[in-house]
């Protein structure tokens, strides 16, 4: 089998066409398929773009009729539960505040509240599994799928699709399944020392950061494992990060490849490590829509060779 991981897609149709019909799907019945293919979508289908319908109208039957599989993204859980109201009080999970529903513009110019197609939509959002491992006949893992971030112990506690028990606590900024989900779909972040700070991209200025969770080594210095922009570096601490906060985050080398979202990478597309591939390279705003072709039984190692773009 033959598998094409295609990261965020955040409403951009034609870009999506235009890659799907470069990796030599064709439009049967109206579903995009290839024979001994399947696509991976990695979640962010929805917000910035403003070709929702198109989007939706190729990725939900791809899904449905087997011909792709899908994880969730935080876009996709923001529109959950936006779209949800809490089985009690009866008020959106996520509140319609001026920020929220900003963000959410372009999926709501294309799809009205409280509609029944969008609640069809919104319900297949709430059974895309949160995490995937694809495996072969034998039950050997081939490789495994999440938004943003492979950390086990948080994989185990999740469970695999949501309920709607789950997406309420989920929703709860003072509950832990408020902070796993965020780290499964947005990626972890930690604070910095007292005194310490960076601005991020937008000026910004922080104090907590993004951390390459993939980190394998047992000791690592701020520095090493935050993601910020370049040059910020030099202004967080040389000292090591503590187990405390840490100690759920890492992937070894040996484990099996794992394809991730999220993080809206600039540049030429590659593998951040043998068995590491993020497939966002900013789609959303101006970049490309990028696939990374796997081919079952070739490739131990991940390599740059393999990213596609239309
Ligand atoms: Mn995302």
């Known amino acids: 089998m033959n598998y094409h991981i295609i990261g965020d897609i955040h409403g951009h149709g034609d870009k999506l ?13 109206g579903i995009y398929q290839q024979p001994g293919a399947k696509v991976v979508f990695l979640g962010d289908f929805i917000d910035r773009g403003k070709q929702h319908r198109q989007v939706l109208g190729i990725v939900k039957p791809m899904v449905e009729a087997g011909h792709a599989l899908a994880v ?29 529903t900003y963000q959410h513009r372009a999926f709501l110019d294309e799809y009205q509240l409280h509609d029944d197609e969008t609640r069809e939509i919104i319900d297949w959002f709430k059974a895309l599994p949160l995490y995937l491992e694809e495996k072969n006949p034998k039950g050997r893992v ?16 999740v469970p695999e699709r949501l309920d709607i028990d789950y997406l309420v606590k989920a929703c709860d900024e003072t509950l832990p399944e408020y902070d796993d989900i965020e780290v499964i779909l947005k990626g972890p972040e930690i604070d ?52 405390s906060e840490i100690g759920d985050y890492g992937y070894g080398r040996n484990e099996p490849p794992v394809f991730f979202g999220h ?41 740059a060779d393999c990213f596609v773009v239309a």
Request: charged share 25%; proline share 7%; with cysteine.
């Open 72 to 100: 969730m993204g935080n876009h996709e859980f923001n529109a959950i539960a936006y779209h949800t109201p809490h089985p009690e009080t009866g008020e959106p999970l996520r509140p319609h505040t001026d920020k929220n």
């Open 17 to 29: 066409e235009a890659l799907l019909q470069h990796l030599g799907y064709v439009r049967q019945g």
């Open 142 to 157: 081939l490789f495994r799928a999440v938004h943003a971030c492979w950390s086990q112990p948080v994989i185990e506690r």
């Open 263 to 303: 993080y809206w990478l600039t540049g030429k597309p590659a593998p951040i490590t043998g068995n590491l591939a993020c497939l966002d390279y900013s789609a959303g705003k101006g970049g490309q829509l990028v696939a990374y072709h796997w081919r079952e039984g070739k490739q131990a190692v991940l390599s």
């Open 192 to 243: 910095l020392p007292v005194d310490y700070s960076f601005h991020d991209k937008s000026g910004i200025e922080r104090h907590n950061i993004r951390i390459k969770w993939w980190n394998d080594k047992r000791q690592v210095s701020y520095r090493d494992i935050a993601m910020v922009p370049e040059g910020e570096e030099i202004n967080l601490p040389d000292s090591s990060v503590p187990e």
